[in-house]
């Protein structure tokens, strides 16, 4: 009988034995990647289109496209769409990126054959309807000038700018009068017709994925879906960052946004993997550094973190807080003092195994499911590496010592190569 009293001996963790997708190639040449690994009869289906905002002609032309694509077809309008959706207990989802946008579908097996070919109308017979897209311009509109009230908001986005300029859509930060100018959908209509293409799209299905649901999957997306003709528009190019330093007053503020940090790599650099230890270490969950010295112990701040975006182009390091105006310097100081720390000072063994085994919980939580697996293989898919990506990264989680971080830190965290931007009062 299992002693309660007793704790569970301590292990770490080597390997974890992921279930991985299993790739087919439908009659028209769209790659769709299985995992069964459900236990309930529930599948979530994504259509992953190479149409991210970096492919866009003009500002929100990604945006928009992915948000209205389910907004009426040649056949049902808006409503009728929903209702079908509803009716079946299906769930339907869009996003859009930088890089690519997707169409996500979740519903149960038993109704997928009945669900499918209203998602294909979609993906292939989006009509754009002018009232619909009248009433999301008036809504986003509205969105926008809300948020640009927000410090943490404008902060975000002028830190991109600040990182990437104006002359690409990494960096471009949107005006409210772009809106405006998508009143002419026949623009949204080109875009679509050109990227949502068979010949643009990889499927990746995830949940109870049986041979019967791959099947269905290749008689509704492998034939009758037009490929594009056009080619692939990607003439982006990174620029380095214009100005190091920016404040964006805000007299009425409270309180302050404060963005630090650089343009750096995204995860296929060899660097990147030792490169999250040292984020986790700096500000990367609550225990961290910038948690206990600026929240815990000076008291400046509800949260304050740092974390790595990987881009396919691209990649950054960002540190985000909001402070009180009257402490948004004294803050800064104290974010460039446990930088230094990094730099100068080797982590003890203890902190970095607490840092170790916290990274190593969280890799394992978020392996726990078929729809958290399908994540974990989209993050690695967009960049053309396997699965032994994970593995490397757990290893590294597992061997990298306290001087490894200090050069890393001494690397890639100078004061002199870090951005600063706030926004509100400094």
Known sequence: MLDRKLAPEFQTLDKIAMVQTVKHVLENGVELYSLNAGTQEVIKIEFLFTAGERYQTAPLV??????LINEGTDKHSSEEIAGIIDYYGAFFQTETGKDSSSVVLYTLEKHLKKVLPVVKEILTEAAFPENELQTFIQNSKQKYL???QKVSSIARKYFLNMLYGDKNYYGYTV???????????SRLKDFYRDYYA???????????VTDEV??????????NWKRSESFLVDTMRILD??????????PDAIQSAIRIGRNLFNKTHEDYMSMQVVNTILGGYFGSRLMANIREDKGYTYGIGSGLVSLQKAGYFFISTEVGVDVCQKAINEIYFELKR??????????LNLVKNYMTGVFLKNTDGP????????????????????????????TITPKQIKNIANKYLQQEDLLELVVGKK
Do not use: H, W
């Open 62 to 67: 990604a945006s928009t496209v992915n948000n």
């Open 342 to 351: 990094l730099r100068e000072d080797l982590v003890s063994e203890a902190e």
């Open 175 to 185: 005006q409210l009068e772009d809106f405006d100018k998508l009143e002419d959908t």
């Open 241 to 250: 960052p214009l100005e190091k330093q920016k404040v964006i007053e805000k």
């Open 371 to 398: 729809f958290a697996l399908s994540e974990r293989f989209k993050g690695i898919f967009e960049y053309g590496l396997g699965y032994e990506f994970y593995d490397r990264y757990l290893n590294t989680i597992k």
């Open 146 to 148: 809300v948020d640009n």
């Open 198 to 208: 068979s010949n643009r799209c990889t499927i990746i299905a995830a949940g109870m």
């Open 214 to 223: 791959i099947d269905l999957l290749s008689s509704v997306f492998g034939s």
